[in-house]
């Protein structure tokens, strides 16, 4: 059942984590169309990256994020600790989120917990995190 429901979250299966000296840690195949790709670029290279930690949710909770929702959009690499690190893309704007505690895939909501540390990095965050926001139902 949770496999059943990981791949309706995700189009494709979670990705391996690849370590490139390019930036990169995943990379859809050459012959896709840029819209549709998705790349997740290390946190070193992608300052908006944001930390979070996911925890399983009820779906019919106003702070949950429906990953029915997002599967579109949704890209999906596991380090090699286990770690999802993730991006929802349209192909012209994206967001990055690093799973530091819980996880995504497999399950139906999610409660999000934010991790911003300090004043000056917590700024490079706020616009992928209205981004996200953006995401939520009116």
């Known amino acids: 059942m949770a496999r ?3 791949r309706r979250v995700a189009p494709s299966p979670p990705r391996a984590w690849i370590r490139c000296s390019g930036g990169f840690t995943f990379a859809e195949h050459p012959s896709r169309a840029a819209p549709a790709a998705r790349i997740i670029w290390h946190a070193d290279f992608d300052p908006g990256t944001i930390a979070v930690a996911a925890m ?8 949950s994020l429906r990953l029915d929702r997002i599967a579109p959009w949704l890209a999906v690499a596991v380090d090699e600790a286990g770690r999802e690190h993730v991006v929802l893309s349209d192909g012209w704007h994206h967001i990055r989120l690093d799973v530091e505690e819980g996880r995504l895939t497999g399950e139906e909501a999610v409660l999000l917990h934010y991790r911003l540390r300090g004043l000056v990095s917590a700024e ?9 926001l953006s995401l939520r139902p009116v």
């Open 4 to 6: 059943a429901r990981a």
């Open 56 to 63: 399983p949710a009820d779906p019919s909770h106003p702070d």
């Open 124 to 132: 490079d965050r706020l616009l992928p995190l209205r981004r996200l």
